[in-house]
């Protein structure tokens, strides 16, 4: 078993590869395991970090600099309202300039085929939606601001 960590986002994700068979591998990412299929077994691949992707990582941060905020009573500042794991947004059910309240449901998120209410983290209003309806999301990524 080959094990590896990733670093996406500042998040550390340790992936380990149980089992190839041919185009398909059984992975374990952060302890829950998936099955994939190689989609290129001929060809290698090698990433290359282009200055462009890294302002966009820069802005990434700032979120990460206000995530204690939601600690803050009402009105403190902005909140950013993270993916508590990996999966699919099937619904984003605030639009930006909406009225929360905490807990209120803000995104609901597929994940292990089981639905999630993702809530917000504090009262405010949204004022960022970074997610929409179908896209795949990691553990830690920003999904709505709250301010």
Same mark, same amino acid.
């Given at each position: 078993?080959?094990?590896?960590?990733?670093?996406?986002?500042?998040?550390e994700y340790i992936v380990a590869v149980n089992?190839?068979?041919?185009? !398909?591998?059984?992975?374990?990412?952060?302890?829950?395991?998936?099955?994939?299929?190689?989609?290129?077994?001929?060809?290698?691949?090698?990433?290359?970090?282009?200055?462009?992707?890294?302002? +966009?990582?820069?802005?990434?941060?700032? +979120?990460?600099?206000?995530?204690?905020?939601?600690?803050?009573?009402?009105?403190?500042?902005?909140?950013?309202?993270?993916s508590p794991l990996p999966g699919i947004i099937?619904?984003?059910?605030?639009?930006?300039?909406?009225?929360?309240?905490?807990?209120?449901?803000?995104?609901? !998120?597929?994940?292990?085929?089981?639905?999630?209410?993702?809530?917000?983290?504090?009262?405010?209003?949204?004022?960022?939606i970074h997610v929409a309806k179908g896209d795949?999301?990691?553990?830690?990524?920003? !999904?709505?601001?709250?301010?």
């Amino acid at each position: 078993m080959k094990q590896f960590i990733y670093r996406i986002n500042g998040q550390e994700y340790i992936v380990a590869v149980n089992k190839m068979d041919n185009e !398909l591998a059984e992975v374990a990412v952060n302890g829950t395991n998936y099955k994939v299929e190689l989609v290129n077994n001929e060809e290698e691949v090698t990433l290359v970090a282009r200055p462009a992707t890294k302002a +966009p990582a820069a802005t990434a941060a700032a +979120p990460k600099a206000a995530a204690p905020a939601p600690t803050k009573p009402a009105g403190g500042g902005a909140g950013v309202v993270k993916s508590p794991l990996p999966g699919i947004i099937i619904d984003v059910v605030v639009n930006e300039g909406d009225e929360v309240k905490k807990g209120q449901t803000v995104v609901m !998120l597929e994940a292990m085929k089981m639905e999630n209410a993702i809530q917000a983290t504090q009262d405010g209003k949204v004022t960022g939606i970074h997610v929409a309806k179908g896209d795949s999301v990691l553990e830690g990524v920003a !999904l709505v601001t709250i301010g």
